[in-house]
């Protein structure tokens, strides 16, 4: 078997064992990772939003809501997507602006999880916010994706497949490939 029809091979079985995931049919590890579609990350981010972040020892609160996550095709970065409001400096807290983002992702075995590994800001709009509250508030959102970079899981790994992986090995590189976030064991 020639070697790009075997990459072909294992690409398909990767995206079937990642349909499959998203399912709950199979957890496993094949070829040392594991690969997750964007759908199964998106189901993760439903559950934890709308959130409301206070900033600046209360005086500002970041409100973002309906979270949308895609890989573009090509791309080696998450997109995030989400409705923002800011209550304080003038604003309502109402989701009425929005936010995307750009992002890696890194594995944290303290959360077990997936995380977002150098955000960066695509666009932040916020409706009738005037010049001043948008340099402050691009700052605020800043700080904000920075901590929650650090402190909260895109998605977290389930017990289950976390007992499954190989002995002696420990969870690596998280990368996007083919359209699919896939997670690599270090020996």
């Known amino acids: 078997m020639s070697s790009s029809l075997r990459a072909i091979g294992i690409a398909a079985l990767v995206s079937v064992l990642a349909a499959c995931t ?6 496993a590890w094949l070829n040392n990772q594991v690969a997750f579609t964007a759908p199964q990350l998106q189901r993760s981010m439903d ?4 959130r409301t972040f206070d900033k600046l020892g209360g005086l500002v609160s970041v ?4 979270p ?9 970065r998450l997109r995030l997507d989400f409705d923002v409001g800011i209550d304080g400096l003038g604003g309502s807290g109402n989701p009425t602006g929005r936010l995307a983002l750009a992002s890696g992702l890194r594995y944290d075995p303290a959360t077990r999880g997936l995380h977002l590994s150098d ?12 010049t001043a509250l948008g340099g402050g508030a691009r700052g605020i959102l800043n700080t904000l994706l920075a901590e929650y970079a650090r402190s909260e899981p895109v998605y977290q790994l389930e017990p289950d497949l976390l ?3 190989p002995a002696g090995s420990r969870i690596g590189k998280v990368a996007i490939e083919r359209g699919l976030v896939v997670v ?3 020996r």
Request: charged share 20%; proline share 10%; aromatic share 4%.
């Open 22 to 27: 998203t399912l709950g049919l199979v957890s």
């Open 184 to 186: 690599h064991l270090d």
């Open 47 to 50: 559950r934890r939003f709308p």
């Open 119 to 130: 955000p960066e800001l695509l666009q932040f709009d916020l409706p009738d916010s005037g």
């Open 68 to 76: 949308g996550l895609s890989i573009v095709p090509g791309e080696s």
């Open 163 to 165: 007992s499954k992986m």
């Open 63 to 66: 409100t973002m809501a309906n």
